[in-house]
């Protein structure tokens, strides 16, 4: 099927070619000045050529058009580079975080592309998003059309800022359906203080020799058995626990300053971050006993570096939490038998805890840094029906003499 009429600054559809051992991606090309061309781009792999073709094609627009020039017969994918140009600023000036724009990057990459990448902004109304939505729900989960569905909305925003289209379509789009309420996955009390007893175990046991060479002096580092701790009685992220400084905490008054992050920047590798989207500062937070008494043993270690993070690295480095979570946690929760339990199950135990105790959505919320008090609520408090509380005052009501009248 031959490309619609190209509009200047546009590309047409790409298509791929087998040379020997390399891929050529081709297209066309529509200028500035309306001339269509021949462009191609040559590499090793498929997606490496299209990739290729696709960021010579994009800078080849905004050099000619001197800058941003979007109209509503702008395809998608040169709005879509403009927007993620603007958002990569934001990240250098620390408006928003590298996470978020590596989701944004790959939502769009994966998804939004190649379904819409080829249209004009001004095709897509309202029923052809609502469209694509839908039938993404049916392959995909809530969480992952949700993201997409931000990214597309983004997109076309920045596209109604530049007076492309008249109103951003997403925005009427229906509300993607869910999956119902989940049960929130939380251990109990004995449960979490189990992991962290077999844990300790596990730092203790000499690590098995492999193929006669022994790599490691015990089978997991004391680091695993004390972060557990920190995020079972802080309710931390692991990203929030491995950002703690010693200087940040009061032994003496056992309380400590939280709200850092550990966030991979492009280019500058591990930073430490102060708040954020998801993370408040909050200063004075007690920390329980058995806490405290675990930062005073980690004082007396080897590895104690007073000026960097309580659980640091190599010369009291920042550890990154995706490697510290998947190369040192999961296989210790694995090798004891709790394979299934992730480091963020610390912090949904420690709000249903509070819950049964009797604390306030309110207390529990403050606890774990929650802006909205409704995700403490709906994600983060497991219901259980066991509580002495309700128990005496059932018992209570049922006691009442039915001779009473009010």
């Known amino acids: 099927m031959p490309n619609p ?38 590499a090793t792999s498929e997606a490496a050529a299209i990739r290729e073709l696709k960021n010579t094609l994009t800078k080849a627009t905004q050099t000619e058009a001197g800058g941003s020039t979007i109209t509503g017969r702008t395809r998608l994918r040169h709005v879509a580079q403009e927007m993620l140009l603007e958002k990569r600023t934001h990240v250098t000036t620390g408006r928003l975080s590298a996470g978020t724009l590596r989701n944004y990057e790959a939502h769009y990459r994966l998804y939004v592309e190649p379904a819409l990448g080829n249209l004009a902004v001004e095709w897509l109304g309202v029923q052809r998003c609502d469209r694509f939505l839908k039938t993404l729900r049916q392959s995909k989960g809530y969480a992952t059309v949700k993201g997409v569905r931000s990214v597309l909305s983004e997109i076309l925003a920045f596209a109604e800022r530049n007076e492309a289209i008249p109103t951003n379509p997403v925005e009427r789009c229906a509300d993607i359906p869910g999956d119902g309420h989940k049960r929130v996955k939380a251990l109990t009390a004995a449960e979490a203080v189990r992991i ?144 299934h339990v992730s480091s963020h199950w610390c912090r949904r135990t420690l709000g249903s805890e509070l819950n049964a105790a009797g604390l306030s959505i309110m207390d529990i919320a403050g606890r774990l840094r929650h802006s909205d008090s409704r995700v403490t609520e709906r994600s983060y408090i497991e219901k259980r029906g066991g509580n002495e509380r309700v128990r005496l005052a059932i018992e209570a009501m049922l006691a009442v003499d039915p001779g009473q009248r009010d």
């Open 5 to 42: 009429r190209l509009e200047p600054g546009t590309w047409g559809d790409i298509r791929t070619y087998r040379r020997g051992k390399k891929w050529m991606a081709v297209c066309q090309f529509c200028d500035q000045t309306g001339t269509v061309t021949q462009r191609s781009k040559t």
């Open 196 to 339: 962290h007893h077999l844990l300790q175990k596990l730092a203790l046991e000499p690590a098995q020799p492999v193929n006669g060479r022994q790599y490691r002096a015990v089978r997991c580092p004391q680091l695993v058995p004390d972060l557990w701790l920190w995020m079972l009685g802080t309710g931390d992220r692991i990203s929030n626990a491995l950002a703690v400084l010693w200087e940040s905490i009061d032994l003496d008054n056992g309380t400590a300053r939280l709200g850092a992050n550990v966030v991979r920047v492009p280019g500058r590798g591990l930073q430490r971050k102060e708040g954020g989207s998801k993370s408040a500062v909050v200063e004075g937070v007690d920390l329980p006993e058995q806490v405290t008494a675990m930062l005073m043993l980690r004082q007396r270690r080897e590895d104690y570096y007073p000026d960097g993070p309580v659980f640091a690295g190599v010369n009291g480095c920042l550890l990154d939490p995706s490697n510290v979570g998947s190369k040192k946690l999961r296989p210790a929760l694995k090798a004891i038998g709790y394979g």
